[in-house]
């Protein structure tokens, strides 16, 4: 507990004087055109991340908060954030769009679901979920049965919700620390957080804009990709599509809304259309 509130106190005076240092410095060196030098922003992540590292050992939600704050606060690094969501229903086309977005306009789209099953193979998350789950989600191997897991936790919500309190936390520590990288050490200047249920966590509309949501009205069409992507029976891929979002929750909540509906070319005109709208 006392090592926990050293490093707190240690990071919170350390963000206080940033703060303090660029409310003075930065309208000085805009007025005299002059930049601020790229190793301020390495030396910022750099320890910002050791720290938040350190805190995360102890407190998780703690870092997580942190790691939110940083992304508010860094604005006044002089860096641009701009973070944008890609959601919509699961097999609707966001891999599509994502890899259309990598290609023309270099962006960096993350993937919550690959974060997701990095989490899952580290060894302490695995020995978590043999606590909960015991031993028949696993193989011979000591590898995680995907197929299993994904049968109980979408059959049964409180199962689902126990995997989500072992998992969330840390996919959230990864995606923030992705995000910092790619904003202080690469001055990426699109990037993109991919996932289905984005619009299902509050963080993301706060620090996402805009969120781009692509769906489909052919609910067949999406039942065959799934039983074609995750080689699934047909009740177990009626569950996971039973636990996306709704139509009218991504029309009334994402910033736009396209319908996968008319053909690549259509996807492509409607993504070009909005990204000129957000330069």
């Keep these: 507990m006392l090592v926990m509130d050293f490093f707190l106190t240690i990071y919170l005076l350390f963000i206080s004087f940033v703060l303090f240092l660029f409310y003075i410095c930065l309208p000085r060196l805009k007025r005299l055109n002059t930049p601020i030098p790229s190793y301020y922003y390495l030396a910022f992540y750099i320890i910002s991340s050791l720290i938040l590292n350190i805190i995360f050992l102890v407190r998780p939600i703690v870092s997580i908060f942190l790691h939110f704050v940083i992304l508010l606060l860094s604005n006044f690094l002089g860096v641009r954030i701009r973070v944008m969501g890609l959601t919509g229903h699961i097999c609707s086309g966001k891999s599509t769009v994502a890899k259309y977005l990598r290609e023309k306009y270099n962006a960096v789209v993350i993937d919550m679901d690959k974060l997701n099953r990095e989490v899952l193979d580290y060894d302490y998350v695995k020995k978590e979920i043999r606590k909960k789950f015991g031993d028949e989600v696993f193989d011979d191997k000591n590898r995680l049965d995907r197929l299993k897991m994904r049968k109980l936790v979408f059959s049964d919500r409180e199962k689902r919700r126990q995997l989500e309190n072992i998992t969330h936390l840390r996919v959230f520590l990864l995606l923030f620390k992705t995000i910092l990288k790619e904003k202080f050490l690469y001055s990426t200047k699109y990037v993109f957080i991919e996932n289905a249920i984005l619009l299902r966590f509050k963080i993301f509309r706060l620090i996402c804009y805009p969120i781009i949501a692509i769906v489909t009205s052919n609910r067949t069409e999406v039942i065959k990709r799934i039983l074609s992507r995750d080689k699934c029976d047909l009740t177990t891929a009626e569950n996971i599509l039973e636990n996306q979002i709704k139509l ?22 409607e993504v070009d259309n909005i990204i000129r709208m957000i330069k």
């Design 248 to 269: 009218e929750e991504f029309a009334s909540q994402s910033d736009f809304l396209i319908f996968n509906d008319e053909g690549k070319d259509r996807i492509e005109e």
